[in-house]
């Protein structure tokens, strides 16, 4: 296979450049130091890759068999318009990440896992600009009225609170929830790559072989640093315990269920090639992924506490103290980490706003059910808007003022408006009426 | 019974696959070393995560070959891939699994323009020796040189 490098007109780089200077203020020390942290390897660069001699026909779907489109204009406006809206969504997680990342970066405890993150974060970038060049390098006045420069200018302006999914508005209370993320939520993105490699729109294919590349990284970022916390834990340290990482996995995993989408849907990219798996089944597979992971997780813990255990044995207890709550070997139910609930903490899907806890129970009462949230959620995030903004949202909901559906189209609950240069916060927060598309911006980009 | 080659699926490594090859070097060297595959695996799948890939059969891992393609390490300035970790779960062996993931790898290691691959045997493993013999590997003319400190 090979790689075709691209970079975006001057003027889009420079914007996307001056992006980075403000919400990746250590890159320069990343550049200096990439050598010490990862010697030989390639140096980051922020450009577009393209791999070439990918399969040039539609491989699921309607039109499967027939050539891929190279072109927006070639394709019908329901299917191009599936495309960009994947296209933006996609280049909105990756600039939201960096952004989330940024706030608790400096916390970490480990200088490797740190410069770790920081490594994925400038990647993460590099996959934004890699949605970007899509945009701009096509035209896709045919399914929007606005401009690739203003949909370019719209998805650099947005912040933490107005991205497009959820996942990507959720303040970062501790590097726990930088590694964390890593874990769960790049998952997630992993999934949504994959499935876009199959694209039938070919640019977006050719885009996604080095994103899978860079996002394998992106896991290991995640779940390295989680399995080292375990081991820590068991021994006795109390930077961070089980019950903290419990936590970030019920803050997390919900909103990463929902990233799949509605699990009713999917269908409709299915049949227009865009995907080869429909909502439900992609999530399924993504939520056994999770408790495959958290099953590690358990196994290395109780083998760093009982040393003497072999692997057979450690499953075994791992089984039997999961399954009945006794503890062995002086391991207890509650110092094991557990999948929760798929239905659990869901403002999107199926499960929206019900009162389903974090192993399925059922709650009637909703005092109880933010009684058992609060028990189950990390301190920290409770006290933060996104959790303030569900709760009122779920309240007004039980007492019948809002519907399920309008509650979901005001998750996020605040949007951008107006004009704000990409570079700095003046965003202005409101409350959000569900609204088709986002508004227009008028940030002007840098002069070429 | 004896997997045959349709049952044994060869796909690249990922980071769930850690505690797995843990287990793998565990049931051979006898050791439980995770924090050596955390460290091992981070850098494969850094490098380059298509290179290095695990054979799993009924869903388990058991095996895995790691590896990857470099160029300037001891004056070889063309790229070169090398094969440098492998296990087979010993359950599982005599069923061609460390003949199909190095396989897989070949194909990758072409894809990235290597032009030979290259692996550094200890002689005392004669069936190691033996297996990169059987799969077309010949005596190279880099010798190894090693001295106390």
Redesign the interface.
């Known amino acids: 296979?090979s790689v075709r490098t691209a970079t975006l007109p001057k003027k889009f780089h420079q914007a996307v450049e001056s992006w980075r200077d403000a919400y990746i203020p250590d890159y320069g020390f990343l550049m200096e130091n990439w050598e010490k942290g990862?010697p030989?390897?390639p140096r980051f660069e922020l450009c577009a890759y393209r791999e070439m001699g990918m399969c040039d026909e539609i491989e699921c779907g309607e039109w499967k068999g027939r050539p891929k489109y190279t072109r927006a204009a070639d394709m019908v406006p329901e299917q191009a318009h599936h495309v960009l809206g994947a296209l933006r969504a996609q280049a909105s997680t990756e600039f939201g990440s960096i952004q989330q990342h940024r706030l608790t970066l400096a916390r970490a405890q480990d200088e490797e896992e740190q410069f770790w993150i920081l490594r994925m974060m400038a990647e993460e970038l590099r996959h934004g600009y890699q949605m970007l060049h899509l945009l701009v390098e096509d035209d896709w006045t045919s399914v929007s009225k606005e401009t690739s420069a203003e949909m370019f200018e719209d998805i650099l302006s947005m912040n933490t609170g107005s991205h497009l999914l959820g996942a990507f508005n959720i303040d970062f209370d501790s590097f726990v929830d930088n590694v964390v993320f890593c874990a769960l939520i790049d998952r997630v993105g992993k999934y949504q790559l994959a499935m876009q490699k199959v694209s039938a729109y070919k640019p977006m294919a050719e885009s996604m072989p080095k994103m899978l590349?860079e996002e394998?990284?992106h896991?290991?970022a995640?779940?390295?640093p989680m399995?080292?916390w375990v081991?820590s834990a068991a021994q006795g340290d109390v930077y961070v315990t089980m019950d903290v990482l419990r936590r970030a996995v019920n803050k997390w995993l919900p909103r990463g269920l929902e990233m799949f989408g509605d699990e009713r849907g999917g269908g409709t990219n299915v049949r227009f090639g865009l995907k080869p798996m429909k909502n439900a089944e992609s999530q399924r597979l993504y939520r056994e992924?999770v408790g495959?992971?958290l099953h590690?997780l358990n196994?290395?813990y109780v083998?760093a506490r009982v040393k003497r255990l072999s692997?057979a044995a450690a499953e075994t207890l791992v089984t039997e103290v999961l399954a009945d709550r006794e503890t062995r070997e002086g391991i207890r139910f509650d110092d094991l980490l557990r999948l929760p609930h798929g239905d659990f903490f869901r403002r999107r899907g199926v499960p929206a706003f019900t009162l389903v806890g974090v192993e399925g129970e059922t709650f009637t009462d909703l005092a109880l059910y933010l009684k058992h949230l609060a028990e189950q959620l990390p301190e920290s995030y409770l006290a933060g808007r996104d959790f303030r903004e569900y709760v009122e949202l779920l309240t007004r909901v039980h007492r019948g003022e809002v519907t399920i559906a309008d509650a979901t189209g005001r998750m996020p609950a605040l949007r951008r408006v107006g004009g704000a240069c990409s570079c700095s916060k003046a965003v202005r927060w409101v409350r959000d009426e569900p609204v088709p598309a986002p508004a227009p911006s008028d940030i002007a980009l840098p002069p070429a | 019974m004896p997997e045959t080659a349709s049952a044994i699926h060869i796909r690249?490594v990922?980071?769930?696959d850690?505690?797995a090859i843990t287990?793998i070097d565990?049931k051979i060297g006898g050791s439980?070393r995770?924090e050596v595959w955390?460290?091992r695996?981070?850098y494969y799948?850094?490098?380059?995560?298509?290179a290095s890939v695990v054979a799993e059969v009924g869903g388990r891992v058991v095996g895995f070959m790691l590896g990857e393609v470099?160029s300037?390490d001891f004056g070889l300035e063309e790229p070169t891939a090398w094969v440098e970790v492998l296990g087979v779960d010993p359950q599982h062996r005599g069923q061609a699994i460390g003949r199909l993931m190095l396989e897989a790898m070949l194909d990758h290691f072409r894809?990235e323009g290597a032009k030979s691959v290259r692996t550094l045997v200890d002689e005392e493993m004669a069936e190691i020796g033996g297996f990169f013999r059987s799969l077309g590997f010949q005596p190279s003319t880099l010798r190894p040189f090693v001295k106390p400190l």
């Open positions: 296979m990862f030989h390897e590349r394998a990284f896991l290991a995640g779940v390295v399995r080292r081991k992924e495959r992971l590690d196994l290395r083998r692997r | 690249p990922d980071e769930l850690i505690d287990g565990e439980y995770p955390e460290r695996i981070g799948l850094r490098r380059d995560p298509e470099r300037g894809d």
